[in-house]
């Protein structure tokens, strides 16, 4: 709601995006970053405290967002599962998006065939839903926040290969790779040195752009009990924890799903910007 | 287009979807292998005695080479064996077959609602590109893009279904309603028995779930049925045509809808797969039967075969899913696919 | 035991009948009985894929396949036990056979006669299998049939316990299950199909969704004239949605609500009462009492004294409890006088300043699908750690905690549990759990040795006097609380919710779900 508010508020006929917006979203993953790193220093309690007579409590001013079914304070586990819930996307989506560059140059610089076999195998994984995929791995791996970034690098690799891949080939045939190459350039030196800094833009905002969605998938792994275990306060978790005290203690599973959502939606704006730069004439999003 | 271009065309769409099933079917056997434990003692299920074990053992062929484990995987599969459930105590394949109309027409509901709030709502921004309005349908997309499906399926459920008390709580119908099952779709064997309290009842479990699952998805749908009109919109032939006198309405039809439906297909295509997944989440909280509630059941008593099964038969849905929108856009806009085709 | 259930603390509720949605009204036209008929609609807070009663000793099948089945016997609420389906039974002189007369003129729900060829069929095919109800025909060997009404059953060791063990085995209709039996002795026709002899039959069975039962005009046993003509089971494991039924009113009895707001908000309208049952069911702690640092009875009892007993019941039960006072639950007859645990963190700290100072980090394995179990875990774990203890939290699930017993090794270093007693005899839970015999064979969690133990329970199991062997279990279980042998936390009160015009509702020590087919309805 509060976006649609600062959009009307802010938004006038005009050509790109506006700026404002494009400062609160940045503003916002900045926060959300700094919540990451210290969460565990700004909490007023104990997150992992359980302190059984003070279960259930309403908001005020000492438990700012009320405690939960064992007393913790929501507020500060909100804050210290920032960590598990944010880190748990960025680590998800970039080695998803190392192992898609990989993949992507062996492709590029390998055989025809190599690149026919890579590209299948694209294929065949993007056909398992991540959400399928991610449960099959944690029946694997044993359920735990690690399986769950495990199984998201694993299903997600193949995005990033195929978009990486289409980039370094419009990058091979530009006029100065064809150059270098003329001059003698070694294959793999091409590679390194030419197409490979010149091909991953798009790679970096789409990475950006997945974080928020990584987060949604990370917490709804939890929900379901295929990720975070407790006493983690990862946010998934922690809503899967209220959904009992809906009805009488909502704040518990309240506060962790907002988080979840303005954490997705300030990566998926910031994303957005970052393509709209990159791209000033693309008119997606 | 000539007959034999298309020929080559299908032919070619066939063996891929032949290659990439037999990938998934891989991706699974080497799931199963590499499950820490004992195979047999797994299919089995924790409870059976040693001969039983032993029984299992021989017929998977567990002592063979992996090799042949291999092929005699395939042949089990050939006949539509997925192994059974230790939870259910049933065939994997039994206790899907029973529940895959319930997953489809949560699915097929939800992207009747994606479809028909999202591509309205796209092609309202196209229209008004560059203007308030165009603005807000973009933030509300990007939006709906953000909400966690479990928690709003929560918060709707709280909200809607008990305070409003507007739609049912949980499950798929009232219990005592019942029809005969002659297809296992709810509403199809409700219409098949004429009984239209039954028909209603159904619908009225769907509507909540389906519109939760749906919601992230419209924001796909949205963005690109308004990007691929705006490019459209913004070809010189467009220009040419407006500047004949074409009515605003016909531009829009004719020349955007129409750039936008090889992608729009191609993105609701993916999307019933993501679907699929998204299922796990709702029917799990309200408390519907299908695919979803399944796999989090057996991922929950660590029934392997269970879940490995339904990975399949989702990989496969998917696969066919894709043949069908190469189908129809082939069927839509044949020089398309063909040049694709050539390029690939 | 439960792996089917999912979350305890459920909520479930009671129907205002008025106050239904637009389509639960809509539900009544086509909805079982006609003017006159009662009808009620039962929470269930699992999920039942399978009505095979070879499963029953799962406490979800047990209360969906208890409507519909007889046993041989089964304990009465005032814990005695009766015959069912056997009108008299007789245990030989050397404790190693038992022979059984049936009730004559009993009737399966075809028509046919319950004859002992029909006895026999089931405990071979139960044994045969070797799934569910098995585990407490561990001593059968055999049956011999010695007339339509009469059989012996043969023993491999003399056991007093034998007898209590068959309340859950339920007696099948041999022709009837052979006639659809393919080459897995009916397990597949079983799963959806009933061949029993009890008060109802089965109208509806959709896996994990809903059971409905009409009663059997026909019945041959005791009959409850006063019972529901027709019992609606509706299934759902998930904590949120139940609640939101509940409070919606969709459903009349419930066993699974939380105390606080929510049942206040259910009993508000005067329409329903509330009735608590002591169940013989409570959560523990269980040690590897055969490695360290859990070989040193004063370790255990350090980390016994560190936990908060009262807050547990208060919190995390709701108050739908009693904090234990022995290593058996407190309904259950034999039990020596114990004061209920409480928390000591002068003492837990001393006796585990040891552990504080090696550092070492110990296993706590629970399984995360029940959250009182999760919650007890987390609580366990944030005591200990303010006592400079160190415990890592391990997800585990039934089956594999069960496969893990099978070894000193893979047994956890402490695992939070639910236990109740295979039979509500007392000497069946203390000779499983805590006995040399059991040790590495799955059902003694604490791999609990104790020369001591063994040998007062083998005497009482073959003591044939009740006060005795009374007396003997009371020594044995004062033993095993003053060496710390488990952590007992909590005994579990079921509060049953039911419309004010149905009593009845009583505890059958046997069974710890839903006896519906005994509650009687008042107008």
């Known amino acids: 709601m509060t976006t649609v508010a600062i959009a009307a508020t802010a938004s006038r006929p005009r050509r790109k995006r506006l700026p404002v917006l494009d400062v609160i979203a940045f503003g916002a993953v900045v926060v959300l970053l700094a919540m990451a790193v210290a969460g565990p220093w700004l909490a007023p309690h104990d997150p992992y405290q ?236 | 287009m000539t007959p034999k271009d298309l020929a080559l065309f299908v032919v070619r769409r066939l063996l891929l979807l032949a290659t990439t099933l037999l990938g998934i079917v891989t991706i699974v056997f080497l799931m199963i292998k590499a499950i820490p434990g004992d195979e047999a003692q797994a299919a089995a299920g924790l409870t059976a005695s040693p001969e039983q074990v032993e029984a299992v053992r021989r017929r998977l062929g567990l002592d063979d080479s992996v090799l042949q484990q291999y092929v005699g995987y395939l042949g089990r599969l050939l006949h539509g064996d997925l192994g059974n459930s230790i939870f259910t105590f049933r065939p994997v394949a039994s206790d899907l077959s029973g529940l895959i109309p319930y997953t489809i027409e949560l699915v097929v509901l939800a992207m009747l609602i994606n479809v028909s709030v999202g591509v309205p709502a796209g092609m309202l921004a196209a229209a008004r590109h560059r203007s308030r309005v165009d603005d807000s349908v973009r933030l509300l997309a990007i939006f709906c893009g953000a909400l966690p499906t479990f928690w709003l399926a929560m918060i709707g459920q709280a909200v809607i279904g008990r305070q409003l008390g507007l739609t049912p709580i949980s499950g798929v119908a009232t219990i005592g309603l019942d029809v005969p099952r002659r297809t296992g779709f709810l509403t199809l064997d409700s219409l098949l028995a004429g009984n239209v309290v039954a028909f209603n009842d ?111 038969v989702v990989g496969v849905i998917v696969t066919f899913v894709g043949l069908v929108v190469d189908l129809v856009q082939l069927v839509a806009d044949p020089r398309v696919r063909l040049l694709e085709a050539r390029r690939a | 035991m439960r792996t089917f259930r999912t979350k305890r603390a459920v909520g479930l509720g009671l129907a205002a009948l008025a106050l239904g949605t637009v389509t639960a009204c809509a539900a009544d036209p086509s909805g079982p009985g006609a003017d006159g008929d009662t009808t009620l609609t039962f929470g269930v ?288 007859a034999c039990r020596p006088d114990v004061q209920p645990f409480a928390q000591d963190l002068t003492k837990a700290k001393e006796l585990l300043s040891g552990l504080a100072k090696s550092g070492t980090e110990l296993h706590l394995a629970y399984q995360p699908i029940f959250s009182e179990m999760s919650d007890a875990a987390t609580a366990l774990q944030s005591s200990l750690r303010d006592l400079g203890v160190k415990v890592k939290l391990v997800t585990t699930d039934y089956p594999t905690y069960i496969e893990d017993l099978k070894s000193i090794d893979k047994t956890p270093d402490m695992t939070v549990v639910w236990d109740n007693p295979p039979t509500p005899d007392v000497g069946s839970l203390l000779s499983t759990r805590y006995t040399t015999k059991y040790v590495e064979k799955g059902t003694n969690f604490g791999q609990y040795s104790n020369p001591a133990v063994d040998a007062l329970v083998d005497k009482a199991i073959g003591t044939a006097d009740d006060t005795e062997r009374c007396d003997l279990y009371k020594q044995a279980q004062q033993k095993l609380v003053d060496d710390s042998a488990s952590m007992p936390i909590a005994d579990e009160v079921t509060t049953v919710i039911t419309p004010k015009n149905v009593t009845g509702v009583e505890l059958y020590p046997a069974h710890v779900g839903y006896m519906p087919q005994t509650y009687r309805m008042s107008n």
């Open chain 2, 202 to 312: 159904a619908l009225a479990h769907l509507v909540l779930p389906a519109a939760v699952l749906s919601i992230p998805f419209m924001s796909f749908v949205i963005r690109v049925v308004r990007s691929s009109m705006i490019t459209a919109l913004e070809a010189d032939h467009v220009t040419a045509a407006r500047a004949k006198g074409a009515s605003e309405r016909t531009v829009l039809v004719r020349h955007g809808l129409r750039n936008a439906i090889a992608p729009v297909s191609t993105l609701l295509g993916l999307q019933i797969g993501w679907m699929m997944g998204g299922a796990v989440l709702v029917e799990t909280v309200f408390n519907r039967p299908g695919f979803g509630s399944y796999l989090t059941q057996a991922v929950a008593h660590k029934d392997t075969f269970a879940v490995l099964g339904m990975v399949l």
């Open chain 3, 45 to 332: 807070d699992g999920t039942v894929p399978n009505i095979d009663p070879v499963l029953a000793d799962n406490s979800t099948v047990d209360q969906s396949v208890v409507p519909m089945y007889e046993s041989l016997v089964d304990y009465d609420p005032d814990g005695t036990l009766a015959g069912r389906l056997a009108s008299s039974w007789k245990v030989a002189d050397d404790a190693t056979s038992v022979t059984f007369t049936l009730r004559s003129g009993a009737l399966f729900h075809d028509g046919s006669p319950v004859t002992a060829e029909d006895v026999k069929f089931t405990l071979d095919r139960a044994k045969a299998l070797g799934l569910g109800v098995a585990q407490y025909l561990t001593e059968y060997v055999s049956s011999e049939v010695t007339g339509d009404n009469e059989l012996t059953v043969r023993l491999a060791h003399p056991s007093t316990l034998f007898v209590g063990g068959l309340a859950k085995v339920y007696i099948l209709n041999s022709k009837l299950v052979q006639k659809n039996a393919g080459s897995d002795q009916g397990q597949a026709w079983l799963a959806s199909h009933e061949a029993g002899s009890g008060p109802y039959t089965l109208k509806t069975f959709k896996p994990n969704q809903q059971i409905i039962y009409v009663k059997d005009a026909d019945y041959t046993g005791t009959k409850n004239p006063d019972a529901p003509d027709t019992i609606v089971y509706r299934l759902i494991p998930e904590d949120a949605p139940q609640k939101e039924e509940m409070l919606a009113g969709n459903i009349d009895v419930s066993d699974g609500l939380e105390a606080g707001p929510d049942l206040d908000a259910v009993l508000a309208d005067g329409s329903k009462k509330a009735v608590e049952l002591a169940k013989p069911q409570g959560i523990y702690i269980f040690f590897n009492t055969q490695r360290a640092p859990f070989n040193d009875p004063k370790v255990r009892e350090g980390i016994r004294l560190a936990y908060d007993y009262q807050a547990h019941v208060k919190t995390i039960l709701s108050g739908h409890g009693e904090v234990a006072t022995g290593v058996v639950p407190a309904v259950m």
């Open chain 1, 50 to 285: 359980v302190r059984l007579d003070r279960a259930l409590l309403s908001p005020s001013g000492d438990h700012l967002l009320g405690t939960d079914g064992l007393g913790r304070d929501v507020f500060s586990r909100i804050l210290v599962g920032a960590r598990s819930s944010i880190f748990a996307a960025l680590l998800a989506v970039s080695g998803a998006a190392l192992i898609g560059i990989v993949v992507a140059m062996v492709a590029t610089i390998g055989p025809r065939w190599l690149d026919d076999v890579v590209m299948r195998l694209c294929d065949i994984t993007l056909s398992l839903p991540v959400m399928v995929m991610a449960l099959g791995v944690a029946v694997a791996l044993g359920p735990s926040l690690h399986s769950a970034i495990v199984a998201m690098i694993v299903a997600w690799w193949p995005g990033f290969a195929r978009l990486a891949r289409a980039e370094m080939r419009t990058v091979l045939t530009a006029p100065y790779v064809e150059a270098a190459t003329v001059l003698g350039a070694s294959r793999a030196r091409v590679m390194t040195r030419h197409v490979l800094p010149n091909s991953l833009d798009g790679v970096y905002v789409q990475a950006t752009l997945e974080i928020g969605g990584a987060t949604l998938i990370m917490a709804g792994l939890s929900f379901v009990g295929a990720g975070a275990q407790p006493p983690s306060a990862e946010w998934g978790a922690m809503v899967e924890n209220g959904s009992r005290y809906l009805s009488s203690a909502w704040w518990i599973s309240t506060f962790p799903g907002l988080m979840i959502t303005l954490t997705a939606l300030a990566f998926a704006l910031a994303g957005d910007a970052l393509r709209n730069r990159s791209h000033p004439d693309s008119t997606l999003g």
